[in-house]
Each structure stands twice: as C-alpha cells, then as structure tokens.
C-alpha cells in the first residue's frame, strides 16, 4: 500500500492538524510506503512573504520529525523539490470541468477568511490532485475537510482515464476514528486562520494563559454539569489523555464540586504532558539543522524516482510524448 499526504508550511503547527492529520500520517508509516510532502506550491495561494515561507518549510520538517516521523520509513520531502507535480498539475486542468472547481468550498471559505482570490487559490485542487495521482497512491491521510478535495482527485483521475486510457489509480482518504475535527478555543474548526490553535510546540507560559483563556458558561464550581461532554476543555482532553483520565474528568465534572479554572489547569498538564517527548526531540533538532535539510534532500530524491516516471506515462497517455 502506498500512502500520501501533504501539510502546507502556511503557519505554525497546531493540535488540529497533529490529531488530523500528521499522527495518523504517522502511524500509517509502518503500515505501507509512505511518503509525506511539505506542500510550498500549495503555500503560495495564500502566503506572500518569501522568508517566511522558507521558515515554515522547515519548521514543519523538524516539527513532523520530533512528532515521531521516521525518514528511515517513511519519505519526506518538500513538494517545489519534485517540480513534476506542476507538469501533471497543468495536464490534468485541461480535463477538469470548472464547474468541479466551482463546487469547492475550500476556496470560498479562504476568501471569506480573507484570503485573497487569485487562479492559484481557484486552482488548488487540481495540484492537490496532481500530488496524489503522481505517487499512484492508495490511501490519503488528511483531516475532513480535505476529503472533498481527495474526491475531486478521484474525479480527475478517472476523466483522463477516460479521454486518453488507463493512467491512473483510484485512491481513497482515510481518517482517523473520532478525532475528525479538534476544535479550537472558540469552538470553531482549530485553524491557523482563525485564531483558535493551541500550537503543538507553543511555549510553556504562552500556552498555559492560552488555555486558561478558553471560556466557560457561568455555573459555579458547585453545580453539576450533566453535559460535560460538549465542554472544549474536555473535548481537548479526550484528543489528549488515556480514555481513563477523560472519563474521570468527566465524571468529576458531571458530580459537581469541580471548577472550570482546575480542569484548564488540569488540560494545560496533560497538554504538556503529552507532547514532552517531542519537545526533547524538537529541541536537539533545532540544533542539528543539517541533518534535517538532508533529510529533504533524500526526500526528493527518492520521491522523484516515483514521480517522474508515472509524469512520464500521463505524457505518453496524452501524446506529450
Ligand atoms: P489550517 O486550517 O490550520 O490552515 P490546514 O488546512 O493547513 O490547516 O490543514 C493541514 C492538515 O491538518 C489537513 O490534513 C487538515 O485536514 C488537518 N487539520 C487542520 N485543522 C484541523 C482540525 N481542526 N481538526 C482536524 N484536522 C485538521
Ligand atoms: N490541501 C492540503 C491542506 O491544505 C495539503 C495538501 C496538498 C495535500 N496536497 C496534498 C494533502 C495531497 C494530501 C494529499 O491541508
């Protein structure tokens, strides 16, 4: 089984995407041939700043790398290093109907969060396609709101096929049981764009004031909360702690006697908690940067072996060659 996905170096890591898609990605690393991209081309359709982008890039490597990424297992690498997936990006557009671009909701929501439209942004979809079908990959580990986006690929996939014959392989998304969507702090989808995130490497005070801030309603420590389930603090915790540990937290919470500023303490620590050990391994990455642009390096490499002959075989398909 061979199996893709992408995160772009849009911003700084959070929670959502942890849970949604780079811990799944992770686990599925012993699980088939895995190969994960730091998707820079995608960046670009809402990303200016060309330093920035560089930061991110990287910051999302070592990031993935202490989360537990093993490049011994899995290949990562950076999506610009395999300039491929713009040919086959261009291939596949001259199939694709508009109106499958006009029913995206990505590209509305992005405008409606203020970024701004440009064809690139319009066009996503079309290079998310080209990612996945340049890998023949079988599965696509993403969160749900990129599951439109997996059936656009299979759409376009299956119109080359059409026009020119056989080409392109199926694949399918794959999510994680239950851990779907992480909300953020408001209670809204958690997104670098919103506002929202709890970071995965954020600094130990900033996170905590973080946290401490999530609001509560108004009912005193004393009372009982029978619906404590649909309380954020705890919905965090279940992403985070042992299912014993949440279920206490929610039977403490459903007897009454318990306060909401001890539960956010009480998430702040096991937020801390669980990402302890990859702080230690993020913390000797970033002193061995070296290792991690080699990394990327034999990434794109072994990525492009992949790639360049299946780019070669949409080319014959099409008359290219
Ligand atoms: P953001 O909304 O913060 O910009 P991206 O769109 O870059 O995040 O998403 C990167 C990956 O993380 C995708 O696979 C996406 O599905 C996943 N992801 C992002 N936010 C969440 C969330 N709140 N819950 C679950 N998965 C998420
Ligand atoms: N569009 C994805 C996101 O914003 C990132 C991405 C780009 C991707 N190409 C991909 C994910 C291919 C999976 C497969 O999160």
Known sequence: MRILSGIQPSGILHVGNYFGMMRPSIELQDQGEAYYFIADYHSMTSLYDADLRRD????VAVDFLACGLNPERAVLFKQSDVPEHVELSWILSSVCPMGLLERCHSYKDKIANG??????????????????????????????????????????????????????????????????????LDGQKMSKSYNNAVEIFGEEKATRKRLMSIVMDSRTPDEPKPDAEKNLAIQLIKHIAPTEIYQDEVEKLKAGGYGYGNLKKRLFELYWEYFRDARARRDELMNNLDYVDQVLANGAAKAREIARPVNQRARRACGLD
């Open 115 to 184: 970024v701004s439209a440009s064809h690139g942004l319009f066009a996503y979809p079309v290079l998310m396609a080209a990612d996945i079908l340049i890998y023949d990959a079988d599965s696509v580990p993403v969160g749900s709101d990129q599951k439109q986006h997996v059936e656009v690929t299979r759409d376009l996939a299956q119109k080359f096929n059409q026009t020119y014959g056989e080409t392109f392989k199926l694949p399918e998304p794959r999510f994680r049981d239950g851990a779907e969507t992480v909300l953020g």
């Open 56 to 59: 991110y890039t990287r910051r």
